[in-house]
């Protein structure tokens, strides 16, 4: 019996045995990884060591810190130009805003002197001529806009120091021809209801039939029934 035991495992029919660690596996697995990374470590010290050797880990700090101070540098410069525009576009702004400034009030001074000498146009003719009295017409003006308006302009005045208040009325006639015959008009509603002491300005426009011909425009000054003043351009 012994015999028949030996031989069956003696021979190929003999059965399969398996050689097992004794060691389980997540501690071969820990054991691996110490010794991967203690290989790692000195893998890490051999490269340092040998850049402190040659000398390139030094340089390479050296060369860090000028790169770092380089940047800083050129960020200074860059905030300084910064800077620098953005002054030049407020002076600019500001200078953009002075000349528009400027601009505006060289009209408003053109429009100014234009006015006082219109008004010292029109004080001048309020100078008596050769001692006059009473109440008289100057400076009657007119002109033809675009041959479809009159635009008039009449001065009265009473060139006495202390003149009674005058009342009364100006009569504007525009004569001429319309489609080759004789033809005149007034202002419309008639004559202008005037009242003044020493002086008056009065003036406006006029609309005109088409193809009216303007020659003449004439003033008249009315007191009642009466005519005191009288004066006609010619156009």
Known sequence: MRLKLLRRRLTISAPRMAVRSAMPWPLRWAVVAIVLGFCGAIALWAF????????????????????????????????????IF????????????????????????????????????????????GGAEGVAIRGLQAEVLAGTQVKW????????????????????????????????????????ALQFRQYRRVEGMLDLPPQAVVRNVSAKLLEGAATRAVQTVTL
């Open 153 to 192: 302009q009449v001065l009265v005045i009473q060139p006495v120091k202390d003149a009674p208040e005058f009342r009364g009325k100006l009569e504007l006639t525009v004569s001429g021809a319309l489609n080759g015959k004789p033809w005149s008009m007034t202002l419309p509603g008639g004559p202008m």
């Open 86 to 129: 953005n002054t030049s576009a407020s002076l600019l702004t500001a200078e953009k805003a002075a000349q528009e400034k400027l601009t505006a009030q060289i009209k408003t001074l053109e429009s100014e002197n234009r006015a006082l000498r219109d008004d010292l146009g029109f004080f001048e003719k309020l100078i008596p001529a």
């Open 48 to 83: 340092e060591f040998g850049k402190e050797i040659a000398g390139l880990d030094s340089g390479a700090k050296e060369e860090l810190v000028q790169l770092r101070a380089d940047m800083a540098k050129l960020r200074e410069e860059r905030d300084k130009a910064q800077s």
